[in-house]
Structure formats: C-alpha cells, structure tokens
C-alpha cells in the first residue's frame, strides 16, 4: 500500500467513527475524539483496532495516550504509516 | 524460530508450597516450564523459562542491593513483557518491595493518568521509579514536583554490579498492589511473604487443584491482582508455563486470547465477564479453534452476569469449549487474590432471586412465577470457601447471619494482607483488631457457597470497569468553568451491570446560558477522563445530602433522585420535578 495521506486517514477515521455518531456531529480536525464525539472508551479501541488493521501498524499506548483530537491520530497514523 | 517454554515440568509438581518466592523461584528453575509472551496475533516473541527468569534475577538483584535499603519501595510500571517478571523478582532477592504501576489505558488519558501516578508514588513513598525508556517521559512528567528518580529498564541493567544478593525472607514483606482504591485517592495493599504464599498454596492445591498437565494463559494486566497474583505468581510457585498477551492486545483482538488457549493446549485462563463478552461481539467465524484443553475458564474481578457467559457458551461450545468449564469465584486484593472457588465441574450455578423481596427485607428468596420479570434478578453461585480461611455474612451490628439473609462478606485466614501501606485510617477501617476484614461486598449463602449480590457500596461497575463515584465527581468539579458546588455520582439500574451512571452538579447560577457552558464542558471532560458516558443533571445548591462526619451520603441523594425529589436547572420549567421517568 502507497503512504496515505493525512486527508486519506481523516476520511478512513471518519467512515470508523460513523457508528459512534449517530447525530452525524460535524467531524473536524480539531474535533476532540472522546469530549465532542460520542465515543467511550470502549468503542476507542474498537476504533484504534480498525485503524491498525487497515493500515497495519501498531500504536503504542503511550501514543495513544497522548492523542486527543481526530487530527492528533492522523498525524500519529502518518507518522508510522512513512516509517 | 524458537518453542515455547512446555507443558512438562521434568520434575515433580509442587503446589505452592514455600516459604518465599525465591524459594519458590529455586525450584522452578530447577524444572522446564517458564513464561512465553506473544504479540496480538499470537505469534512468539520471547520465551523466558523459569532457570533464565532466576538468572537474570538473580544478576539484576547484586545491582539493586547497594542501590537501595531493605524494604524501599520500587514503582515499576507493570508491562507485560520479561523486563517486569525480571525485575519483581531481583526486587525479592534484593529485599526491595516492587509496586506494579497502571499504564495509560485511555485515548488522551495522559493528564489524568499522571495525576494518578502521583498519588501512587506519594502513598508509596517510592525510592525509585523503573519503566520501560517508551514511558520515561510521561513517569518523568508525572513525578515533576517529586525528587523520586525514573529510570529506564536499561539504566536500571546498568547499574554498578555489587556482590551479594538480599532475599526476602519468611516474615518479610513482597510488594505493594494498587488495585484498590479510587485513583483520587489510591491505597497500597501489603502483600507479605506469608500471605502470598499462603493464597498461591490454596488456589493451586484447592482451588484449581493444579495437576501436571495444566498450561496457563492470561492477558489480565500485571497491575491488578488477578493477573499478578494468579497468571504469574501462582504460576511460578507450581511451576506451570504461562502463555502471556499484553492487556491492549487484548482489548483490541481479543479472539487472540482464545488463539493462543487452542494453539498451545492452555487449560487455566481466567477473565472477568467482560473479556468472555468481548470475545462474543469480535468473533468473525474467521479461523477454527479448539478449546477442549480448556478446563478452568474462570471468572473473577467484577460481579459474575450469566447472560453473556451463556452467550460465550453457546458460540464457544461448538469448538470444544466444556459444559462445566467455567469457574465462578471471589476474592480481592486484600485477601491477595481468591477466597472462593465453584467446585470444579460445576459450571455457572444459577439462583433466582425476588428482587423486590431482597431490598425490602434483605433475603435472596427465589422467584417464582408469580415474581413479575422486572423483580427477577439471577445470580452465579462462586463457590466455596479455601481451606484455612472462613467466610463470614454479617448484618450491620455484626451479627452473624445464615441462610438466605444478605449481609457484609468478611473473611479470615492466611491469605490476609495485614493492611495499607502507611494509612491507618484505612487499614482500621477494614481489618478488624481480631482478625477479619470487612470487604464491603454484599453477598449470602447457597448452601454452602457464596453468592455476591453487590460489591462494595459506592462502586460504579460499567463494562468491566471498577469506577469510583469521586473520580467522576473530582472531574466534575475541576472541568466546571463557573463556580459548581458538591457533585454526586451513583449508578442506576441494578447491582453489577450498570444501565446508566448518573452525575448531580450543583450549581450557583440559574442563568441558562451559563449553566449550558457549564453542561458542556463537564460532559466533555468525563468523556475524556472518566471514558464513561454519564447522564447529568445540573441541580441547585443544597440538594446533596451530607452525614453528621461531613461526607457525602450517595445512597441518600440517589434515593432522592429516585423520588423524583431532585430539581433539574436546565428543564423548560425550572420547578418540573423530573427523575420520576428514569426510576
């Protein structure tokens, strides 16, 4: 697979988060992922886990842990999708 | 590529039964079983087989002993990798006292989790902190106003050699366990030699009577009793190879557990129920399994819910997972780990109860058919007592109580931890001066087994999840823009299975546009540091109900709520009492 690009893995995290949004909040980059989302802490995983498998990287927890907002995972995919 | 530690110790099996962990690391060096740790699709990564474990130990001991005194502390950030199994045990040779840190869980949990970390390292009072170089800048971070020192697992290897080793002995201390506790205010559980060896004895000569051909497996992370205490010293003590994924593995590909189970014949795995219900809504039909080696499917940690046990035994059944497999039991970090085991064989043991009967006149009396579906509660039996130890149900003037009754649970026997590290308060408020502790949990007799209806008072339980009602109500309170008054947390719907966790925030103003900043911001910052959706309601001041020592009464102002007693701030109309249709 090409490296993507950060629009591409921003439409790959929106089409994950659609069923953790049911009242279609806008996704932005800056939209925080766990505070303007409807999205808990078990749904994250199930979202970290469909990123990982689509991209096939892993994302170590302490960069997890640090990712607040939908653009923050972007940047963290491209990151290790061009290692 | 290389093999996996066996199944085959080459030697005799010996149930737990040492004075210390050295001792018992002694012998299980002696034998070939050991740890295997795998990545999140179950491939091998590293084998380390008991005599290595001891070696390294043993080495890495002679650089802890000048380092620091007898008895210091050492948080060490339990990671499920040969480093942490390294150092817990140079740690015993040495005579330091290891305390297995939590790791960040959450997306964006960093800032809570470092305040966490601090509380830690100050009830602690750690000499040192070891973790792995990935996590050095958030333990340093988190350790910025305190003079205690990181170091990496590398620096750790480094330092100078000295030339004699320090054992535990006996009557000393083993570690510190943070599994208790809300994260606002953690408690440090003692764990000595004797206590330890005393509950790894029972659990594997008792309670899974351990036999030479049992193989564990685990993903329960190394900072909670289960998984310390059960899938790697227990394991240790009775020299049986354990199969390890790392918990985030887990949590992400949790089919990986049952892969590994049915690759390598695993036949001891334990989870709470929310792991066996992972695995029921991630299961692809992708691949086959064979789960016929799996003998003891345990359950421990949160209340034990039969539907979606069941749910995992009708999927999982079809691919060789037994009938009586299952394993109910009770314990918690105070009594090391276990106290109860469900005889083996017997599978989940169901029991009925009048829910409306129980909380009018605090019986378990069987529904009938006439018990409406709404009063109908089930509950898992958890088995019976270990040997040495005794259970028992008590009312609130501790009265001893039989039968049906529902009362405290409180226990005694070896496996007692003698209290919390430096906090008498805590400590007195749970062990009492004759021996026993008070475990908070609900629970009555079966028989003679113990069903536990409800675990401790205030305890949130959501997806698994031990939740402290402060930890929400602290966030609250410190997210609030504008000046917020008490704020109460309380669970609704049931004992154990949680429907929906409620959060009352009083508020000075009655301005709507104030209070709406006020309502998002709160509800942004749960999300973000609880990672649990919680319903809030903004309430005027003077609605909590405090007790005559100045605590916060959940149990009273949940009842007012249900009462429909509570005023919403932000309802159309401002005196609408509303609650009534959440009751």
């Known amino acids: 697979m090409s490296e993507p690009t950060r629009e ?46 689509h991209y096939d990287i892993s994302i170590p927890m302490e960069m997890v842990s640090d990712i607040k907002t939908v653009g923050e995972l972007a940047t963290a995919i491209k990151e290790l999708t061009s290692e | 590529m290389s093999l996996p530690t066996p199944t085959t110790r080459g030697k005799a099996l010996r149930h737990g039964d040492f004075a210390t962990l050295c001792e018992a690391l002694d012998y299980a060096a002696t034998c070939q079983t050991g740890f295997n740790y795998f990545d999140g699709k179950a491939n091998l990564v590293t084998v380390l087989p008991y005599s290595e474990l001891r070696e390294k130990a043993v080495e890495l001991a002679k650089r802890l002993v000048p380092f620091a005194e007898k008895n210091a502390r050492i948080g060490l950030a339990a990671v499920s990798t040969p480093e942490f199994a390294v150092m817990f045990m140079a740690c015993q040779y040495a005579g330091l006292v290891p305390a297995p840190l939590p790791l960040p869980v959450t997306l964006g ?11 830690m390292a100050d009830t602690g009072d750690f000499h040192a902190l070891f973790c792995p170089s990935s996590m050095e800048p958030i333990m340093s971070s988190a350790l ?65 009577a351990v036999n030479e051909d049992d193989r564990c497996t685990s993903w329960l992370p190394l900072y909670h009793d289960m998984g310390l205490i059960g899938f ?142 709404e009063n109908q509660r089930t509950f898992v039996a958890c088995g019976k007592v270990l040997p040495d130890h005794k259970i028992e149900i008590r009312d609130f003037d501790n009265n001893v109580l039989s039968g049906n009754q529902v009362g405290r649970i409180c226990l005694k026997g070896p496996s007692l931890s003698p209290g919390y590290f430096q906090n008498t308060q805590a400590t007195e408020a749970a062990f009492s001066a004759d021996g026993w502790l ?121 009842d007012k709520y249900l009462k429909g007693a509570i005023l919403d701030l932000q309802a159309e109309s401002p005196v609408t009492v509303i609650g009534a249709e959440t009751a």
């Open chain 1, 8 to 53: 591409e893995i921003y439409d790959k995290i929106c089409e994950l988060l659609k069923p953790y949004n049911p009242k279609n909040h806008p996704i932005k980059m800056s939209s925080g992922i766990m505070s303007d989302l409807e999205v808990d802490s078990v749904a994250v995983f199930d979202l970290v886990m469909g990123l990982e498998d």
């Open chain 2, 438 to 558: 008070d475990t908070g949990d609900l629970g009555y007799w079966l028989e003679d087994q113990l069903v536990v209806t409800g675990r401790f008072k205030d305890l949130i339980l959501w997806h698994g999840r031990n939740i402290w009602p402060q930890d929400i109500e602290w966030a609250a309170q410190a997210a609030a823009p504008h000046r917020c008054g008490r704020a109460c947390s309380f669970a609704m719907g049931g004992a154990g299975d949680e429907k929906e966790v409620m959060l009352l925030l009083e508020c000075r103003t009655r301005d709507p546009q104030l209070l709406d900043e006020i309502y998002k911001a709160v509800m942004a910052a749960i999300r973000l540091e609880v990672g649990v959706p919680v319903r809030l309601q903004l309430v005027p001041r003077g609605t909590m109900i405090i007790t005559s020592s100045g605590k916060l009464s959940r149990a009273r102002v949940k």
């Open chain 2, 109 to 119: 949990g960093r800032g809570s989790y470092e305040r966490q970390l601090e509380r």
């Open chain 2, 232 to 373: 790697m010293l227990t394991p240790l003590t009775s020299q049986i190879s354990v199969d390890f994924i790392d918990p985030q593995d887990f949590t992400r590909r949790p089919i990986t557990w049952l892969q590994l189970i049915s690759d390598h014949k695993g036949t001891l795995s334990y989870s709470p129920t929310f792991g066996y219900e992972l695995c029921v809504r991630r299961w692809r039909d992708d691949r086959e399994l064979n789960l016929s080696s799996w003998r003891t499917a345990g359950i421990g940690g949160d209340m034990v819910r039969p539907e979606p046990l069941t749910e995992f035994q009708d999927l999982f059944g079809t691919m060789g997972f037994g009938e009586g497999a299952f394993t109910p039991s009770y314990g918690l970090a105070e009594t090391t780990l276990a106290a109860t085991f469900a005889p083996p064989g017997q599978g989940l043991l169901k029991h009925t109860i009048d829910m409306e009967r129980y909380e009018r006149t605090s019986e378990a009396v069987e529904a009938t058919d006439l018990t409406p579906e």
């Open chain 2, 144 to 208: 910025n106003d305190q003079a205690i020192p990181v170091l990496t697992f590398e620096d750790v290897n480094n330092l100078p050699q000295g030339e004699i080793l320090r054992p535990f002995t006996a009557d000393d201390l083993c570690y510190i366990q943070y599994s208790s506790g809300s994260s606002s205010s953690p408690k440090g559980i003692i764990g000595t030699q004797a206590s330890v060896s005393a509950n790894c004895h029972g659990i594997s000569k008792h309670g899974l």
